[in-house]
Every structure is written in structure tokens, then in C-alpha cells.
């Protein structure tokens, strides 16, 4: 495993103007209203690693992988992939690299088109392999990720969730894309199927070299699975570390909170404290100072003023502690 | 890794094509409505193929000291005032409205998916436009739009087909630009997208197959509209030329005799009325048949 960054974040914003029609503001007086759905992120993913990005519903993951994609322009900033930028408006070349995996295998398969059609559309237009090729590059693709040849000539009407989950999979990698984005992959899918689409992604990692950021909203899916976990919170990174130190040693209140609400057998001790009361702020209307004070148990009268940046705390083989906490060296122990 | 060689020997899949194959045949005849509309429509078809050979008589030709009769062992349902037999009439109308129906609706099928997808895909100015002619034509009663063009472009099975085409090209695009906005929005057409395929690729195979059903359905509503619209034509005089046989224009000829000879105009009615409901169970049927949910 190199350290090589394959794909950067660089600085990357999204708003939306949800103004109303000019008219009306005019009439009533209104100014604009923007939604802030990222703001400033920056983010690397190194070659085959498994990065998870973490945090709750609205917290701007699935904007991030659709900027990622080239499916939304990015307000500001720009991702940047093996050192040059990449637009937004992608060619066949330049989309083949980033593939996705989406949230809900039953929207994300045509159902009219056998597994056999979809991929050797996919093979064919990018001429992956030699035309004469093509079936035994399907056979391949479907033996990768653990289904057998049966399943090319059936419709997705015929699977159930995990296996066309795996489809999905072997659909994003018949391009043979550099990165893949998995967008909250194993959410919608029964518990005892979620376990063997991470052990999917984990040998796929371990066998190709792939290159993942894995989306969930839930740390308990990620800590076996990725090296190293970033925590976004409206619109921003807020702790990034590798997955060991992220749970050893979690130096940002809101990734306590997500530590803490992973349900454990057993568990009597005073984590509930932790756990963030109410809804996250308006994204129409962030607080001043650092986004997470409102919330945050730690909270001091410079918390309510500063806005805190993304800064590295400590390096553990090779991997960087960054927390965007005012307090990430002196949290304490317990509220 | 041993990992994905457990995984697989875990997930493998059954002899999913013949257990399909089975099923989508079983849906065939347990669907009551698409059998009987395959009956009605079927039999229809099969009188307006076989009309030279079923019918008795000549449905032109006058013979008038027979007219008026009453059913008999020489004429089934009789004859008209011109002497010429009702039932030969009758199955060389099948050949005159059947096809006119069925081609009448191909036309505008084709034209308004075509402009629909286009709409719903691209959206922008031209789906601004394109839904505003929409509504303009929408504003007008079907039938009056179709009898006044008709009434324009002079008699004849070449302007029926011209103007049901223009007048009903917008059910269609309004029907398939409605279901591409639906479907352009699943994950599958972003995932289509970020596999690089052109917009032609991507509206043609994979948004299309998907909203086509609709359009079908509604098709097959519109042909017994259709038929209607010709009988209608016929009965107003200015449909099919006369003397072809035509059952609207059957129906015009008959009613001035309701009172003595009520078959001549009852008669070719409830055959507009069965064909009608053959065609529309046929539609109910293939919708169930068509259904996403069918195809598992």
C-alpha cells in the first residue's frame, strides 16, 4: 500500500440558492436563502485504502460523493485525481474512473436488462476487453463478487437485496475504475446480508488493490471494515484518524457521540451522556463559531465565537489525527 | 483470500431462467382479462382477415327488391334498404375499422413517446414548449378537434389517420414525459450516467423499455377511442367514403328504420360495443401482464 493520494478533495463547497421567485422577495422584502450543504471540505484517499466517511442524515455525505462522481457541480473547490483536477461535465473517459455504488440495490439495477446486457453494454462502449472477450469478462465479473453464472441471464427482478447489491458492485467495477464510492451500501439491507457485502468489499480491496470511500451513517459498519474513518458533521470534516485511533482515542465530542451510540451487549456505563440532544442546526442558518456547540457537552464561551479549522493533532504510522475541536487536546474524560 | 470463495459458494444462484420462464407463462393464463381480450380481439381479427371467405355476400353490391328483410335462413341479420346483406356488411366493416383503429393509434404512439421522452429527458425550453402546445391541444374535446380536421382536410380514411394522429399525439408525449421524469431520477440512470454512456444510449435502452408500458395501456383505451371516433365519423357522413362497408355508417343507415327494423342499427352497435370491450380487456391485461411487480 502506497501512500500516494489517488483522489483529493480540495477545499470543496455546495450551496443552494432556495430562494423564492424574485417577485415575492421583492414584494415581502426576503433576502436570499442559501442552504449550505458542504462547506470547505477536503478530504484524501490513498491508494487501496478503505476510507469511511461517517456521520448523521444530512450531514452532506451523498452531496460529497455526487461531486465526487461528476453527478453536481461543486460550488467551490475542485477534486483533484492523480494530481489534475477533474470537472465536473466528465467525458467517457474521465466517468469511467470514479464508479458508485448506490444506496438501494432495487433502484439502482434497470430492470429490464439481464445482468449479461448491463455489463457487456458497459464492457463494450469502453472496450474494456476485446469484443470476443466479453462473456468471459461478464463470467469474471460475476464470479468476483461471489455469484455464479446463472445469475447473468436473469433480470434484478430475481435477486434478492444482497445479491443485487453485488451486482451494483460488479456493474461499478466492469469499468475498472480507479476509485469506487460506496454510498451507504449496506443500509438498506438486512443485518445478517450486511456482514457479507463488507466482507464483499473487504477481499475486493485485499484481491484488486481497490480504492474505496465507503459512506455509512454508522460507525459500528465501518470499524472492521476501513482503514481509516473521516466524521462529517453539516458540511464539514471533523475528525479524521485511522479506525484504531478513531475509537481509542476520538478527539472531537461528535465522534464520541457516534461511538457512543454503537448499541453494545451489556453496556451500563455513562455514554448515553454523549449523545447529542435534539437535531442537528439549520443548514439555512449555521451557528456562529464552531457548528457543533449547540450540541456539544464540552462547549466553552471561545466555542460559541471561533470557527475551528481541520488541524493535525498527532501521526501514527503514517496516518494523521486531524480534529476540527478548539478543545481536542484537553477533552475530558466525561462532561 | 478464502474469503470471496466462501462468499461465493454461499450466494449461488439457482436455475433462475427456466423457474422464469415458467412463471411469466403461468402469468398468461392466469390473467382472466388478457385471455378474454385475446379472444375477443383475436376472433375480430381473424373475421376481418378471413372476410372474403366468411362473408355470404357481396357487402356493396344492391339487390333491391331484397331490402329491408327481416333475418332469414338466406340472411342472418337481414338486409339493408339497398338489399345488401347486414352480416357480410357487418364482417367487411371488422376489415375497415379494425385497421383504421389500430393504425390510427400506431401513428400517434410513435410521434408523441418519441417527443415525450425527449421532453422529460432534456427538459429546458423545449420541454417548456412541447408542454405548452400539449395543454393547447389538451383544451379541446377529442372528438370535436377530430371531426372539425376531418371536416378540413375532406372525407377519407387518409385524413381520419391524419387527424387522430395530430390530435392525439399529446396523451402520449404527456403520458411518457411523466413517466421519464420519474424514471430518469432512479439510481440506475445516474449509474448508467457514470458509465459513460451517451444520452441517445441511456433515453433509448434505459429510460424508455421502462416508461413504454403505460404508453401501451393507454394505446390500447385509445383504439376502442379511435374506433368510436370513426364510427362517430361515419355516422356524421363525413367518415369512410360510402358505399365501403363501415359500421358507423351502418348504424346512420339503420336508424331511420329503428322503429320497423331495429337490427339494422342494433346490430353493428354491440358490435362497436364488444370490440370496445375486447380491446380494453386486452389492455387491463397486458398492464397486469407489464407490471414490474409480474416480472419476478
Redesign the interface.
Given at each position: 500500500m502506497t501512500d500516494a493520494p489517488v483522489l483529493e478533495v480540495d477545499d470543496v463547497a455546495k450551496t443552494y440558492d432556495v430562494s423564492a421567485p424574485l417577485l415575492q422577495r421583492l414584494f415581502r422584502q426576503q433576502q436570499r436563502t442559501l442552504l449550505t450543504a458542504l462547506d470547505g471540505v477536503d478530504l484524501e484517499l490513498r491508494r487501496g485504502e478503505i476510507l469511511a466517511l461517517v456521520g448523521e442524515s444530512g450531514s452532506g455525505k451523498s452531496t460529497l460523493a455526487n461531486i465526487l462522481v461528476g453527478s453536481l457541480p461543486a460550488t467551490r473547490g475542485q477534486v483533484v485525481q492523480d494530481g489534475s483536477a477533474i470537472p465536473a461535465r466528465r467525458d467517457k473517459e474521465l466517468s469511467r474512473r470514479i464508479q458508485m455504488v448506490f444506496q438501494d440495490p432495487y433502484s439502482s439495477l434497470n430492470p429490464r436488462l439481464t445482468v449479461r446486457a448491463m455489463l457487456s453494454e458497459l464492457l463494450r462502449v469502453h472496450d474494456i476487453v476485446p469484443r470476443s472477450e466479453v462473456r468471459k469478462e461478464c463470467l469474471r465479473l460475476v464470479s468476483l463478487v461471489g455469484l455464479d453464472e446463472d445469475a447473468l441471464d436473469a433480470y434484478p427482478g430475481q435477486f434478492s437485496g444482497g445479491q443485487r447489491q453485488r451486482i451494483a458492485i460488479a456493474r461499478a467495477l466492469a469499468v475498472r475504475p480507479d476509485v469506487l464510492i460506496a454510498d451507504e451500501p449496506v443500509s438498506a439491507l438486512d443485518v445478517s446480508v450486511q456482514a457479507t457485502i463488507l466482507e464483499l468489499f473487504a477481499s475486493l480491496r485485499d484481491e484488486l488493490g481497490l480504492t474505496i470511500l465507503f459512506i455509512a451513517h454508522n460507525l459500528a459498519v465501518v470499524q472492521h471494515l476501513c482503514q481509516r474513518v473521516a466524521v462529517m458533521y453539516l458540511g464539514r470534516i471533523v475528525e479524521v484518524a485511522g479506525t484504531d485511533e478513531i475509537f481509542a482515542n476520538p478527539r472531537h465530542p461528535y465522534t464520541r457521540a457516534l461511538i457512543a451510540s454503537i448499541p453494545r451487549m451489556g453496556d451500563t456505563s455513562g455514554a448515553a451522556d454523549l449523545v447529542p440532544e435534539g437535531e442537528p442546526p439549520s443548514p439555512y442558518d449555521l451557528p456562529t463559531g464552531c457548528r457543533y456547540h449547540p450540541r456539544c457537552p464540552f462547549a466553552e464561551a471561545q466555542c460559541r465565537e471561533l470557527d475551528p479549522s481541520l488541524r493535525p493533532l498527532s501521526e501514527s504510522a503514517g496516518r494523521v489525527h486531524l480534529s476540527a475541536c478548539l478543545r481536542a487536546s484537553d477533552l475530558p474524560e466525561s462532561p | 483470500?478464502t474469503?470471496?470463495a466462501e462468499?461465493?459458494s454461499?450466494?449461488?444462484?439457482?436455475?433462475?431462467?427456466r423457474?422464469?420462464s415458467a412463471r411469466s407463462l403461468r402469468a398468461w393464463y392466469r390473467n382472466p382479462s388478457l385471455m378474454a381480450g385475446i379472444v375477443v380481439v383475436g376472433a375480430l381479427v381473424l373475421v376481418a382477415v378471413l372476410a372474403p371467405v366468411l362473408a355470404p355476400y357481396d357487402p356493396i353490391k344492391q339487390n333491391l327488391p331484397d331490402a329491408l328483410q327481416d333475418p332469414s335462413s338466406a340472411h342472418w341479420l337481414g338486409t339493408d334498404r339497398y338489399g345488401r346483406d347486414v352480416l357480410s356488411r357487418l364482417i367487411w366493416g371488422a376489415r375497415v375499422d379494425l385497421r383504421i383503429g389500430f393504425l390510427a393509434v400506431l401513428i400517434p404512439f410513435v410521434i408523441g413517446s418519441v417527443i415525450g421522452a425527449l421532453a422529460g429527458y432534456f427538459g429546458g425550453w423545449f420541454d417548456a414548449v412541447v408542454m405548452r402546445v400539449v395543454d393547447v391541444f389538451f383544451a379541446f374535446p377529442f372528438l370535436v378537434m377530430v371531426i372539425t380536421l376531418v371536416f378540413v382536410l375532406g372525407a377519407g380514411e387518409t385524413s381520419i389517420y391524419l387527424a387522430i394522429a395530430i390530435v392525439s399525439w399529446v396523451a402520449y408525449a404527456k403520458i411518457v414525459r411523466g413517466e421519464v421524469l420519474v424514471v430518469k431520477e432512479?439510481?440506475?440512470v445516474?449509474?448508467?450516467?457514470?458509465?459513460?454512456?451517451s444520452d441517445r444510449?441511456i433515453l433509448f435502452?434505459?429510460i424508455t423499455?421502462?416508461v413504454l408500458s403505460q404508453a401501451v395501456i393507454y394505446a390500447m383505451s385509445d383504439i376502442v377511442m379511435d374506433i368510436l371516433a370513426i364510427v362517430t365519423l361515419g355516422y356524421l357522413g363525413i367518415g369512410v367514403t360510402p358505399p365501403t362497408a363501415e359500421w358507423g355508417s351502418m348504424i346512420l343507415d339503420g336508424q331511420e328504420f329503428l322503429t320497423t327494423h331495429w337490427l339494422q342499427a342494433t346490430i353493428p352497435g354491440l358490435v362497436v360495443v364488444v370490440t370496445s370491450l375486447g380491446v380494453s380487456w386486452l389492455g387491463d391485461g397486458l398492464a397486469d401482464l407489464m407490471s414490474?411487480e409480474q416480472?419476478?
Open positions: - | 483470500m474469503a470471496a462468499v461465493k454461499r450466494f449461488v444462484g439457482r436455475r433462475r431462467a423457474r422464469r432512479h439510481d440506475y445516474t449509474g448508467a450516467r457514470l458509465g459513460g454512456l444510449r435502452r434505459h423499455p421502462n414490474p416480472r419476478r
